[in-house]
């Protein structure tokens, strides 16, 4: 791993990329920033913190035992600070390739708002309390599964594979599929086939929403030196494994109703998305040339996002509002 890092840039050059994108905001590693409370939360990624928030709570909820109400609360609010962590560590290391990239140039840190020292202390205070939280109102076995998930992204995802395969967001995206584990992990101390069922949803649904990007961001990866899969493989290859990864995640989503912990109404959402996700993924790998391609990709990414939103407030809505109608069990 150390080998791979000798390759990478160094962090401590985000400073001098930003002053030449941004010279009239020009910031050293070592200045204090004037940044405000919203440039700090912009960097934990708001959204992708919502989206954890969501299948952590339904990795606590869909699994046999309960908890208190407070100590479930608690755990829910560090294991999104954890996640805010592994964000912002990840700003803080990617701030060099932010700064060449149309699409995060004017993150916190690119854009002069942030130094990179404050990031990086304010990364790590976030993730040691957010864990030293979790194991002490939770229990040590969630804990340690966070600060694992915290390691993974920020680590070996941001620092190692982003930067060195075209397989990045392939194995990058267990970090953002560990939630759900984590969540059952509060209830139970472990984890079993429910939130693994949970994981394996939100490991497939990474290459498609994310490549689905990729193609749009072809040159902005590329000028980056981000070895993105359409950047490596080509689009038509990416266009092609979209699909297939779509054709699995479809009935692969449908598992939690087959094993009697997704309801009628998970049933038929998961079914009809799912469809939803394939007959997009189609249209990817079908139209090719010029504006309609553009317009095909970034109406998948964004389908994408709203199917995954789906499938975990439906299962939210049916273990935490009693709207559970359980069908069969198959599984």
């Known amino acids: 791993m150390s080998a791979a890092f000798d390759r990478l840039p160094s962090p401590s050059g985000a400073a001098s990329i930003a002053n030449q994108a941004f010279p009239d905001q020009a910031l050293t590693t070592s200045a204090i920033s004037n940044g405000e409370a919203r440039d700090f939360f912009a960097l934990l990624k708001p959204r992708v913190m919502f989206l954890v928030v969501l299948t952590a709570l339904v990795g606590l909820l869909a699994v046999p035992g309960q908890v208190h109400p407070v100590i479930a609360g608690a755990s829910i609010l560090a294991i999104a600070v954890g996640a805010g962590a592994s964000g912002c560590l990840n700003m803080w290391w990617d701030a060099d390739i932010d700064a060449i990239m149309t699409r995060t140039a004017r993150r916190p840190i690119p854009g002069g708002r942030i130094a990179p020292d404050e990031a990086l202390t304010f990364g790590i205070v976030l993730s040691v309390g957010s864990v030293a939280v979790l194991g002490l109102v939770a229990n040590w076995v969630a804990a340690a599964m966070l600060a694992f998930t915290i390691f993974f992204y920020a680590v070996i995802y941001s620092m190692w594979l982003k930067r060195w395969t075209p397989q990045n967001i392939v194995i990058g995206g267990l ?6 584990m984590i969540g059952e992990a509060v209830v139970t101390g472990d984890f079993g086939i429910r939130s693994i069922v949970l994981c394996g949803i939100i490991f497939l649904w990474t290459p498609p929403h994310f490549w689905a990007l990729a193609v749009v961001k072809f040159g902005d990866y590329a000028k980056a030196g981000v070895p993105m899969m359409p950047n490596v493989a080509g689009p038509a290859s990416t266009r092609r494994q979209i699909l297939a990864y779509s054709i699995v995640l479809a009935p692969f989503s449908m598992l939690p109703a087959l094993m009697g ?56 809505a049916e273990h935490g509002l009693g709207l559970m109608m359980p069908l069969p069990k198959v599984l």
Do not use: D
């Not at 970090?175 to 759900?180: D, I, K, M, Q």
């Not at 309609?292 to 994408?304: E, N, Y």
């Open 175 to 180: 970090a953002g599929a560990f939630p759900p």
């Open 261 to 316: 912990f997704g309801g009628l109404i998970y049933a038929v959402v998961a079914a009809v998305s799912g469809f939803g996700m394939v007959a997009l993924s189609w249209r990817v790998l079908r139209v090719t040339e010029g504006e309609p391609a553009m317009k095909a990709a970034q109406a998948l990414f964004a389908f994408s996002i709203l199917y995954l939103f789906l499938l975990f407030t439906v299962l939210l």
